[in-house]
Nanobody, 124 residues
Framework: QSPLVESGGGLVQPGGSLRLSCTTS????????IGWFRQAPGKEREGVSC????????HFADSVKGRFTIARDYTKNTVFLQMNNLEPEDTATYYC?????????????????WGRGTQVTVSL
């Protein structure tokens, strides 16, 4: 599989918003199930959200439900993670990955091929 590339991270104040993008230069993500993950220093990597290939199925971790949305633009071969009302606890490096399914423990369903990720820092 071609590497996935994350972008869109940055430094924002609490209550702010960011939109992360996940894409690949080789092949397409349009037929793949995609998940978003994050890892803060000293903590385990955790699943944040996922979206099915047809966008009919989405899931969110309880910690971000109601604040984050996930969508995809098939024309741009890109999966977006829209993050609103950000909290300091959202500070982490965010990764996307191909999944075998959108559901359950997302970390167990990834192919394990991680990119560099994109850093999100929420701070005053």
């Amino acid at each position: 599989q071609s590497p996935l590339v994350e972008s869109g991270g940055g430094l924002v104040q609490p209550g702010g918003s960011l939109r992360l993008s996940c894409t690949t230069s080789g092949g397409t993500l349009n037929y793949r199930i995609i998940g978003w993950f994050r890892q803060a220093p000293g903590k385990e990597r955790e699943g944040v959200s996922c979206i099915s290939s047809g966008s009919a199925v989405t899931h969110f971790a309880d910690s971000v439900k109601g604040r984050f949305t996930i969508a995809r633009d098939y024309t741009k071969n890109t999966v977006f993670l829209q993050m609103n009302n950000l909290e300091p606890e959202d500070t982490a490096t965010y990764y996307c990955a191909r999944l075998s399914r959108c559901g359950g423990d997302l970390l167990q369903n990834t192919d394990g091929m991680w990119g560099r990720g994109t850093q999100v820092t929420v701070s005053l």
